[in-house]
């Protein structure tokens, strides 16, 4: 079992950078596939980015080429570093973490929930 707890988030202009991070308590960590998940204002929780236990990466288009989703196992963390911000990247990120999800952009595939830090993109 683990518990995300997400930090990072803040206000920062269009163009700008700002990193992520997601400390899980818990020894199985590692065994652990971990992703970010983020809600706009009165839209559903969509997926954004994830990483395997091996560190294979992957992301939903929109961020390609702009976010990068890493993680450190001897810190029980996953990070996401998000460069060359957009007004619409303006949502809650929450961090998630599965075990043998079929489908990794799939909200139920996740067993554990983080409770959100909010990012704020302004133009």
């Known amino acids: 079992q683990v518990q995300p707890v997400e930090s990072g988030g803040e206000l920062v202009q269009a163009g700008g950078s700002l990193r992520l991070s997601c400390a899980a308590s818990?020894?199985?960590?590692?065994?652990?596939?971990m992703g970010w998940f983020r809600q706009a204002p009165g839209k559903g929780r969509v997926f954004v980015a994830h990483?395997?236990?091996?560190?294979?990466?992957f992301y939903t288009d929109s961020v390609k080429g702009r976010f990068s989703i890493s993680r450190d196992n001897a810190k029980n963390t996953v990070y996401l570093q998000m460069d060359n911000l957009k007004p619409e990247d303006t949502a809650v990120y929450y961090c998630?973490?599965?075990?043998?999800?079929?489908?990794?952009?799939?909200?139920?595939?996740?067993?554990?929930w983080g409770q959100g830090t909010q990012v704020t993109v302004s133009s």
């Open positions: 990483i395997t236990r091996m560190g294979d990466t």
């Open positions: 998630a973490a599965e075990r043998g999800a079929a489908d990794i952009t799939i909200l139920r595939q996740y067993a554990y």
């Open positions: 818990g020894r199985a960590f590692r065994t652990y596939g």
